[in-house]
């Protein structure tokens, strides 16, 4: 059965820090494109990282860019999100996503159920 499954959402204080994990199981991640999006509460949907399951080479959101990493752990088939520096705006659910094709949403984008992070005080 193809799944994706988040992890490690919570409530964290302004710069903290917290560590995403995205689990695949019925298939490899090593063949797709694993990004991770958000959506906070009356706010579209934003893009936010992405990594190259061929070659390993990673992309950020500018809003992300020096403070979130993504990475990827072949022999345990996860996508890990290392989120530092955490501001009140990085509050949102975050979601784990897969497409063969790119880091783009689209039709043939595959997403998990979400995990929330909020980031208070």
């Known amino acids: 059965q193809v799944q994706l499954v988040e992890s490690g959402g919570s409530l964290v204080q302004p710069g903290g820090s917290l560590r995403l994990s995205c689990a695949a199981s019925?298939?490899?991640?090593?063949?797709?494109?694993t990004s991770w999006f958000r959506q906070a509460p009356g706010k579209e949907r934003e893009w936010v990282s992405c990594?190259?399951?061929?070659?390993?080479?990673?992309y950020y959101g500018d809003s992300v860019k020096g403070r979130f990493t993504i990475s990827r752990d072949n022999a345990a088939n996860t996508v890990p999100l290392q989120m530092d520096s955490l501001k009140p705006e990085d509050t949102a659910i975050y979601y784990c996503?897969?497409?063969?094709?790119?880091?783009?949403?689209?039709?043939?984008?595959?997403w998990g159920q979400g995990t929330p992070v909020t980031v208070s005080s």
């Open positions: 996503t897969v497409n063969a094709r790119g880091c783009s949403e689209d039709s043939q984008t595959y």
């Open positions: 990594i190259n399951g061929f070659n390993g080479n990673t």
């Open positions: 019925g298939f490899t991640l090593d063949y797709y494109y």
